[in-house]
Structures are given as structure tokens and as C-alpha cells.
């Protein structure tokens, strides 16, 4: 039980993977209800296929012998899993926007990257769910964060050199340091 804790908490705040894959979404995420839009879709899809690809590799793969074609299975996989994950989210909360999203889904390569490492680990399928929750969960704190962070930036006098998306990557790059901060947390 405290390993798929440490997994959770690992993948949410220390081995965030947004920052590293994810800057795409990260800076196209504009207001506060498609900030939350995106970071809800994106935890469902992260945990979707993060466990139909284990399913999928340990059953299938695996036994076959295709571990080496893990990448071109899981991208089409992901990509079609998009579409049906935004279908539920628009159900369950129809006031949520969800125009816009599905390009910015299929351009995180962050969901792939849980994908990928969660299946090369081996750990199991609890390990995987408890990863790709925590990439959800940490991709989901960094897009409010960063969302934050924006609005603080329009209120202050930025040179005009700086304005727009340049300040807006050094934020970005200033968020990722700031993450690796939590590596101290738990040793190995």
C-alpha cells in the first residue's frame, strides 16, 4: 500500500511529467474552466490508457514476444481513446468547455510517456494505475499552477523583449526546478 502511495505521490509531484513532455498544452491552456477541462480529460485519459495498455502489453505483447512494437501500439491507442473519454466528460459535465481539447490531448506527449514508462516498469497493474492517477493528478496542479502564474504575469510591467510566450517558458522552466525541489522527498 505505501508503494502505490510513494507511486502516486512520486508521479504527481517529483517525476511530473508535464513539464519535461507537456509544454504544449501547459501554455495553450488559456482560461480557468479550460484549465480545469484540460486537466480532468487528461487524468482520465492518462488512466485509461495507461491500464488498457498494460492490459494490452502484458497479455498480448508480452506473451508474442512484441514488446519492441509497445510504442506503435500505444500511439494509435491513445489517439483513439481521446475522443471517447471527451464523449464522458461532456455527459457528466456538460457545462465544462471541451472545444479545443482534442488537439491538445493528442499533442501531450506526457500520456504516451506514463504509457510507456508504467508498461517498462513491470510492476504491476496497481502500479500503473497509481502512476498514471498521479501524472493526472500532477499534470492537473501544474496547469492551475502555471494558470496562476499567468495572471500574475498580465498584471506586472514585463520589457517588452520578455512579454508573451518568452517569459511564459522561463516561467515554465522556473516551474520545473522548482519540482525537482521535491526530489529530496523520497529516497529510493
Known sequence: MTDMLLTLFSAALISNFVLPLAVDPLLAARSRSQVHALGLATTVLMVLSGVLSYLLDYYVLQPLALTALRLLVFLPLTALLIRPVLILLTRLRPTMPSDGLWLLLLGNAGVLGVVLVGTLNGKGLLHMIALSLGAGLGFWLVLSLFSDL?????????????RGLPVELISAGLMAVAFLGFNAMIKA
Open 150 to 162: 499567468r495572471q500574475r504575469i498580465a498584471e506586472n510591467d514585463i520589457p517588452l523583449p520578455f
